[in-house]
């Protein structure tokens, strides 16, 4: 059975910052691509970062660039998305999926597997 399992969202004011992990057990890892998408309150989810199957290739949505870092320990099956700079626009459930598709990571269609999420709020 698989499992994605988030941690690490908390409350932290505009400014702060934030280190998500997700742990996925049941799956040969290190053969998935990862992505970190949000879905606040009324809104659809939406696509945040990527991470290619060896950590070699990232993406990101444009709002986020330079302020958010994703990277994988395939020796641990978890990836991770550190969050600086925060701000109360992003605020939102985050959740990390897996996909077994070589391109279109942007997409929730493009994901297999999905985590229950993690909820970050941003004070200010």
């Known amino acids: 059975q698989v499992q994605l399992a988030e941690s690490g969202g908390g409350l932290v004011q505009s400014g702060g910052s934030l280190r998500l992990s997700c742990a996925a057990s049941?799956?040969?890892?290190?053969?998935?691509?990862m992505g970190w998408f949000r879905q606040a309150p009324g809104k659809e989810r939406e696509f945040v970062a990527a991470?290619?199957?060896?950590?070699?290739?990232?993406y990101y949505e444009d709002s986020i660039k330079g302020r958010f870092t994703i990277s994988r320990d395939n020796a641990k099956n978890t990836v991770y998305l550190q969050m600086n700079s925060l701000k109360t626009e992003d605020s939102a459930v985050y959740h990390c999926?897996?996909?077994?598709?070589?391109?279109?990571?942007?997409?929730?269609?493009?994901?297999?597997?999905w985590g229950q999420g993690t909820q970050v709020t941003v004070s200010s």
């Open positions: 049941g799956l040969p890892f290190s053969n998935y691509a």
């Open positions: 991470i290619s199957w060896g950590g070699i290739d990232t």
């Open positions: 999926a897996a996909s077994s598709r070589n391109l279109g990571w942007t997409r929730t269609s493009a994901y297999d597997y």
